[in-house]
């Protein structure tokens, strides 16, 4: 088959030039994070934003292992995580004690709650590679078109790099245009095939490969429920069953705080917020008789947060969570500590103690979009109210409702509260559900929301 004029051409030769520079230095940047393994230094795929803007998401981080006597403030440490065995994280050393290293991500406004021993330093980071590991994060985030969009790019460029053929690869085969045609081919398969790797390698960098030295272990890859359990929830509903009444929780508090679901008017769905890997359901409330509530009596909480997923679109507001005094299920009569949407959209905080007291967020939220709510209160830090990573609003308030209550998630009690919607039943879907009794940092919040980025 003779091959048209116009790919033996200088313009075909310059495309497919240019083509095998950009397959050869992909594959360059993947060599770059795998070869160090050779001599015992490690990669490490950021995966969040807690080190910004010196290491970013999608960044490969090539690690130098580092003696633990010689460790100095300011560099940047890659360790085993304090608060999660077996996973990894990646901070600044800001200060060196007896008791061990105190770190803190450069977009965090506090320093980690937890020291690390020097004993869990796996090294210390060395250089970056900028956006090499894009595809493990969108492979973590479910991301499909980003990633089918990078292999029909490569599948592109292969196909460019081919496009020039010099004159004498039309004429018969020989056994030198043969030999040309096999090693110019096996070279341009061999760089596509190591570029299209890089999301499975990358993703694989826990694993060890075929030479035992080279063990890549990547940061840690939170879900949702990891972040309840790294913040000692004492309540957290996943809300993933399929089926029955239970909705069980992962907290400290145990089974006996598992919380149940109403018989009618609650739905199993699969597009739930991008929390993980089998963590992405959600259960729809009908807005009329769909609820959740716990039967393990709970005494008078003065300090706890609240977080939980949410995504509706209804103009009839609706209790998103609260505590209350009703049994079984039944209408509390006395109820507080709750955040509710108001009719327009917007969301309301607010706990009682002889008066209410409630703080708004500026703007609405029916949106139709995923939102994470955080809640807060202490008569020390007084009302916090977040919304998708970011404090929308704060009162004070001398302290919350003295009584014996229970955890209600979808629906409760609003009469005589600010702003009370048509609806106490919630309309749209929930997922993720904590309860804290402690008051989560603001960089503990902005963790949680960032999960799904």
């Known amino acids: 088959m003779t091959t048209p004029s116009w790919r033996h051409g200088w313009a075909a030769l310059a495309v497919s030039t240019l083509s095998r520079i950009a397959l050869g230095a992909l594959a360059l940047l993947l060599a770059t994070s795998l070869v160090p393994a050779l001599v015992g230094w490690q990669s490490t795929v950021v995966m969040s934003g807690s080190m910004a803007p010196a290491l970013a998401p999608g960044d490969v981080a090539v690690v130098r292992p580092v003696d633990s006597a010689?460790?100095?403030?300011?560099?940047?440490?890659?360790?085993?995580?304090?608060?999660?065995?077996?996973?990894?994280?990646?901070h600044r050393l800001v200060a060196v004690d007896a008791a061990g290293l105190q770190l803190k991500g450069d977009a965090n406004p506090a320093a980690d709650s937890s020291l690390v021993d020097p004993a869990a330093v796996h090294g210390a980071v060395s250089f970056r590679l900028p956006l090499v590991g894009e595809p493990v994060v969108w492979l973590a985030e479910r991301r499909v078109w980003p990633l089918v969009g990078t292999a029909a790019g490569l599948a592109v460029l292969l196909a460019l790099a081919l496009l020039h053929r010099r004159p004498d690869d039309d004429l018969p085969a020989g056994p030198p245009s043969t030999g040309r045609?096999?090693?110019?081919?096996?070279?341009?398969?061999?760089?596509?095939?190591?570029?299209?790797?890089?999301p499975g390698a990358a993703a694989r960098f826990s694993d060890t490969t075929a030479t035992p030295r080279l063990t890549l272990p990547v940061a840690a890859v939170w879900n949702c429920s990891d972040v309840g359990?790294?913040?000692?929830?004492?309540?957290?509903?996943?809300?993933?069953?399929?089926?029955?009444?239970?909705?069980?929780?992962?907290?400290?508090?145990?089974?006996?705080?598992?919380?149940?679901?109403?018989?009618?008017?609650?739905?199993s769905v699969p597009d739930g917020p991008a929390c993980?890997?089998?963590?992405?359901?959600?259960?729809?409330?009908?807005?009329?008789?769909?609820?959740?509530?716990?039967?393990?009596?709970?005494?008078?909480?003065?300090?706890?947060?609240?977080?939980?997923?949410?995504?509706?679109?209804?103009?009839?507001?609706?209790?998103?969570?609260?505590?209350?005094?009703?049994?079984?299920g039944d209408l509390s009569s006395s109820y507080d500590r709750?955040?509710?949407?108001?009719?327009?959209?917007?969301?309301?905080?607010?706990?009682?103690?002889?008066?209410?007291?409630?703080?708004?967020?500026?703007?609405?939220?029916?949106?139709?979009?995923?939102?994470?709510?955080t809640a807060s209160f202490s008569a020390g830090t007084g009302l916090r109210l977040y919304v998708d990573g970011s404090l929308v609003a704060s009162g004070s308030a001398p302290a919350a409702e003295s009584i014996?209550?229970?955890?209600?998630?979808?629906?409760?009690?609003?009469?005589?509260?600010?702003?009370?919607?048509?609806?106490?039943?919630?309309?749209?879907?929930?997922?993720?559900?904590?309860?804290?009794?402690?008051v989560l940092s603001a960089s503990q919040v902005r963790d949680a929301w960032d999960i799904t980025r």
């Open 181 to 198: 045609g096999l090693r110019r081919g096996a070279v341009l398969t061999t760089a596509a095939l190591l570029t299209l790797a890089l």
């Open 276 to 328: 993980g890997p089998n963590e992405e359901r959600a259960v729809q409330f009908d807005g009329s008789s769909g609820a959740i509530w716990t039967t393990q009596a709970v005494t008078n909480p003065q300090t706890f947060t609240v977080q939980l997923w949410f995504r509706t679109t209804t103009n009839r507001g609706g209790k998103l969570i609260g505590f209350g005094n009703g049994t079984n």
């Open 404 to 438: 014996t209550g229970f955890w209600r998630i979808g629906y409760d009690n609003l009469n005589t509260w600010p702003s009370a919607p048509t609806s106490r039943y919630f309309a749209g879907s929930l997922a993720h559900v904590s309860i804290y009794n402690s």
């Open 229 to 267: 359990s790294a913040n000692r929830a004492t309540h957290y509903y996943r809300m993933q069953e399929r089926s029955g009444t239970t909705a069980a929780t992962t907290g400290t508090a145990g089974s006996a705080a598992n919380g149940t679901y109403s018989p009618r008017g609650l739905t």
């Open 338 to 373: 709750h955040v509710y949407l108001t009719n327009a959209g917007q969301l309301v905080f607010g706990v009682y103690n002889g008066s209410i007291y409630t703080v708004t967020s500026p703007r609405t939220y029916n949106d139709g979009g995923w939102h994470l709510v």
């Open 70 to 90: 010689a460790l100095e403030p300011g560099a940047v440490l890659l360790v085993d995580d304090p608060d999660l065995p077996g996973r990894l994280r990646l």
